[in-house]
């Protein structure tokens, strides 16, 4: 199994709502990630987990809350979103770095509307 | 710094034809570098990569791209180009000393016409 699954795969929510993106893998890989893309731009990295501990937050706002409850599962929750949050989030995972440089599976993205 | 610069935000094709996509990097440490593609409302998916040894990788779907040290490039090649090649090319580097942060290119959307 090489797949990374995420759920929803769209999503529209007011400003004032609570959220919560899920990504789960089943690869055994112990490093997890979430980017932001916005339309026709490259992604760009929010968080890297590695063994469920949090290794990289790249200065993001805090309405932005990432969880990795087990080695399998990486969450991000959302919430007082602004419209310009839209975009499509990308979850990816990985092996651990100790076997080098490793290749990231991207799940499909859950696409994000804020009005 | 590390950094990955795509030569052209479009390029377009005859199906059938030779697709080449232009990439340079910047990098003071020798360089892991990936090429990367994606469908309309899909993920990424990994077409091949760079790490060490042999300068001349293949990927997935014909594709296979060059690390030219001297030239600082990795450019994408097919050598003939197929419909259902049309979608958008990311070329990345990632950054080893911070472990896990890959930087992509800006992207190039890839045009093949009948």
Known sequence: ?115 | AQSVTQLGSHVSVSEGALVLLRCNYSSSVPPYLFWYVQYPNQGLQLLLKYTTGATLVKGINGFEAEFKKSETSFHLTKPSAHMSDAAEYFCAVIHDTGGFKTIFGAGTRLFVKA
């Open chain 1, 1 to 115: 199994d090489t797949e990374v699954t995420q759920t929803p795969k769209h999503l529209v929510m007011g400003m004032t709502n609570k959220k919560s993106l899920k990504c789960e893998q089943h690869m055994g890989h112990r490093a997890m990630y979430w980017y932001k893309q916005k339309a026709k731009k490259p992604p760009e990295l929010m968080f890297v987990y590695s063994y469920e501990k949090l290794s990289i937050n790249e200065s993001v706002p805090s309405r932005f809350s990432p969880e990795c409850p087990n080695s399998s599962l990486l969450n991000l929750h959302l919430h007082a979103l602004q419209p310009e949050d839209s975009a499509l989030y990308l979850c990816a995972s990985s092996q651990d770095r100790s076997a080098g440089v490793e290749t990231q599976y991207f799940g499909p993205g859950t696409r994000l509307l804020v009005l």
